[in-house]
């Protein structure tokens, strides 16, 4: 059994899985809510491996050590993709864990896979399976702190995903169209610009907010709440591999 731990800025996501069928998953607020004995004592568990976007891990990567091997993913863990990332050392884990998802998912297709977290990442892998880059936007919690830190008047709202009207009648309403209707037109726009250079570009959603673009974008998508999760995976049994050769 493999655990994959994916340590974000604002949670961990956890699961399980038996060689690539994922059994089962779990979120929680931060490692100290994560409970490790607990886990291995129900779980035959062979290997671990961590990819994390959060500094200062060390204590907690130590403890699991004492309970299984443990790959912590960084820039220099060989992948299945080659990583022509200009700035490879500087790449978050999650990026590549990513796109290592949606290339398994289209393996020799251009693949745009977008994670809808805290930040939205937009992460390119060619057909020659190569990761070339993307970008990196605001996520909806950001963009809506965003607004309420750097002004004198305007409230911390909330995402809304009951909320999908193009004109404001109120300040909270106008707040809301631009935030979270503003995120939605630019993933449009970004898919777009992607399909007019790729015209045959498989585009994959994940993350957090995978739900709320979902329902909202026009576009032909494919949505993976645990890409990141089964990228993460694949890079481990890829490494394991590796090693027995």
Not at 63 to 69: E, F, G, N
Not at 192 to 207: E, H, N, S, W
Not at 208 to 232: P, Q, T
Request: glycine share 8%; aromatic share 8%.
């Amino acid at each position: 059994m493999n655990l994959v731990l994916d340590i974000g800025n604002t949670r961990i996501k956890a699961a399980l899985f038996d060689g690539d069928v994922l059994k089962e998953t779990g979120v929680f607020d931060s490692v100290n809510s994560f409970h490790a004995s607990a886990l291995f004592d129900k779980h035959a568990v062979a290997h671990c491996i961590i990819g994390s976007v959060v500094n200062e891990m060390e204590s907690f990567i130590m403890s699991l050590q004492k309970k299984c091997p443990v790959l912590v993913f960084s820039s220099n863990t060989p992948t299945p993709l080659k990583n022509l990332y200009r700035s490879a050392h500087t790449l978050g884990s999650d990026r590549l864990a990513a796109a290592v998802g949606g290339n398994a998912l289209f393996p020799n297709e251009h693949v745009l896979v977008i994670d809808a977290g805290t930040c939205i990442k937009y992460n390119f892998v060619n057909s020659n399976n190569e990761y070339i880059g993307g970008a990196i936007a605001p996520g909806l919690e950001m963009r809506l702190k965003a607004l309420h830190t750097f002004t004198s008047r305007l409230p911390l709202l909330k995402v809304d995903e009951d909320y999908n009207t193009l004109v404001g009648t109120n300040s909270v309403e106008s707040i809301l169209s631009g935030a979270q209707g503003g995120a939605v037109a630019e993933m449009e726009g970004c898919i777009a610009l992607y399909r007019q250079q790729y015209p045959d570009i498989k585009v994959v959603i994940t993350g957090g907010d995978v739900n709320f673009f979902e329902k909202r974008l026009k576009n032909s998508i494919f949505a993976d709440e645990y890409l990141i999760l089964k990228g993460l995976n694949i890079i481990l049994e890829y490494n394991l591999k590796v090693s027995k050769e």
